[in-house]
Structures are given as C-alpha cells and as structure tokens.
C-alpha cells in the first residue's frame, strides 16, 4: 500500500497550507487597489463595462483553456484583429475535480490550469514582445495559489496515473505554474524582451471552486468563508496590480501575495526542474522548444 501514501500526503499538505492562509487572513485586511470562463458570463462582464465606461471597445472571445485546439483558434482569431496584447492574465483553473482527463487526454488539473496556460502563452509571446517597449513593458500575470508550498512534480508521471489525487493534482499544477512563470522570466531577461511576467497568490476566495468539496466539507466552510474568505474584488487585487501597477515597470520574476512581494517554495526556484517541466511542456503540446 506504499504506493496510496503520496496522495494522503497530498491531501494533508493542501488542508495545511489552507489553514496558514486562513489565519493570515484573519489577522491581516485584504490588499485593496487604489483606485469566467462561461459565454454568458462573459458576455454579462463585457455589457457592464460597457455601461461603466461608455467609452472604448470591449469585445469577449470564447476559449476553452482544457482543449489545446481551441487555444490554437484563439490565438489565430485574435491575431487575425491585428492587435497588440499588452497585458495577458492566465486567470483560469479548477480545483479538486474527480479524476477526468482533457480531450487532449492530460489530467484536467494539469491540462488546463497549467497546460493550457503554458501554450496560451508561448503562442502569444510574439505579440507580447512588439507591444512592449523600453519603459512600457508588456505584462504576464500567472495566477498560482498557496497551495503549490505543497506541491511535488514527478515528471514521470505529470497525469497521477499511478495514483490519483485530487488535492495533490491541483497543487501540482499551481507549483507548475509558478516553474514556468519563473524559467520564463529568465528566458526573456536573457533576450532582453520587452515582456514581465509575475506569479499572484489571490489568497482563499469564496467562489465556486470550492463546488468540488464534499458535502460535508462544503457544510464546514460556510461560517469560515463569510469570515475569513476574501470575496472575488479582494481576490482579483495582487492580480490587477501586477497587470497596472507603475512600480511594477519593467519587474517580472516575482511572486505576489497581498499586494506584496512574496518568497514561494524552495522547489519553485529548483532552475533544473523548471526547465526540465519546460521541455516536457514544449513536447506535450507539441511545440519546438523556444
């Protein structure tokens, strides 16, 4: 029964690594600005910043980050606009999600929280490296989660074959996230492109990622969430400052949290492994390394 131990380890590093985040947010106020991936939603999102703004264009285009065709698709739609992309936020994920793979057959943590975001990128990247300039960068903003403290990448067998779990598969590939996020910044330091990238922890945050939790777990959160969970406004703050932010200019390779720069896990920095998940990235989606 050797084999089970990894995904009881999982799980009990996940509900760890919550239960720190809970008490830092009670004892410390939400990070503040100064100042879905559902056609609906989108649509609804675009309608009311259309009524808010009354000025300027905003348009939604459909993408489903668990397929790498419809990435593909919507990298060639938005390019065919001819337009510049300066600020690209990788905001999409489930979380603890039974066992289920993409139609590209990756397990969906991995699939679309991480690989879809990989490829998303990587595709974008010639657009992003035109839009910025010396003293106006273009911005990546990748949005990871505390929960990847936790996390351990065994690149032998990324999709949980030999043992499934959930709570180790989401934080598997919010630790992947942060490797690319990392390795990535390097690259274009490297190159001197005109493009940052930053990793943001939003904190825990009452939405519906949470739907997957047992009914007796969902029974346990309800006090703590309307006490301790931040709402959706507070959560998206790390991640708008990365993306607006002027003290930000020209700053990639960090790891936000609260509105502040953050150490991450001693692996998120292990320069081997990220580009090792690299390659491994590059051949699962079927790109030449760049």
């Not at 029974?219 to 301790?228: C, H, R, Y």
């Not at 607006?244 to 081997?272: M, P, Q, V």
Request: with cysteine.
């Amino acid at each position: 029964m050797w084999w089970f131990l990894p995904c009881i380890l999982g799980f009990i590093r996940l509900y760890l690594d919550g239960v720190k985040v809970l008490l830092y947010q009670l004892f410390n106020r939400s990070f503040t600005l100064p100042a879905g991936n559902e056609e609906q939603k989108g649509l609804a999102a675009v309608k009311k910043i259309r009524e808010e703004l009354n000025q300027g264009k905003v348009e939604f285009m459909y993408l489903d980050l668990a397929s790498l065709t419809s990435v593909r698709q919507f990298v060639q739609r938005y390019k065919a606009k001819g337009l510049p992309l300066h600020v690209l936020v990788n905001n999409a994920g489930v979380m603890l999600v039974p066992e289920r793979r993409t139609e590209n057959g990756f397990e969906l943590h991995f699939g679309l929280n991480y690989l879809g975001h990989f490829l998303l990128t990587i595709l974008f990247l010639d657009v992003l490296k035109k839009s910025g300039k010396p003293g106006k960068f273009s911005r990546i903003v990748i949005m990871s989660s505390a929960t990847h403290y936790g996390g351990r990448l065994t690149l032998d067998d990324l999709q949980g074959r030999m043992c499934y779990s959930a709570h180790g598969a989401y934080a598997q590939s919010k630790l992947a996230l942060l490797l690319f996020s990392y390795h990535l910044q390097n690259l274009l330091w490297v190159r001197g492109d005109p493009v940052t990238v930053n990793a943001v922890d939003p904190g825990m945050v009452d939405t519906a990622l949470y739907g997957n939790l047992s009914s007796l777990a969902q029974l346990a959160k309800k006090p703590f969430a309307k006490l301790l969970f931040r709402t959706p406004a507070e959560g998206a703050s790390t991640a708008i400052y990365a993306a607006a932010a002027s003290e930000l200019e020209g700053i990639g390779g960090l790891y936000l949290y609260n509105g502040c720069k953050t150490e991450s896990s001693a692996l998120s920095y292990d320069e081997r492994l990220q580009n090792k998940l690299w390659k491994e990235s590059c051949a699962l989606v079927g790109l030449q390394q760049t």
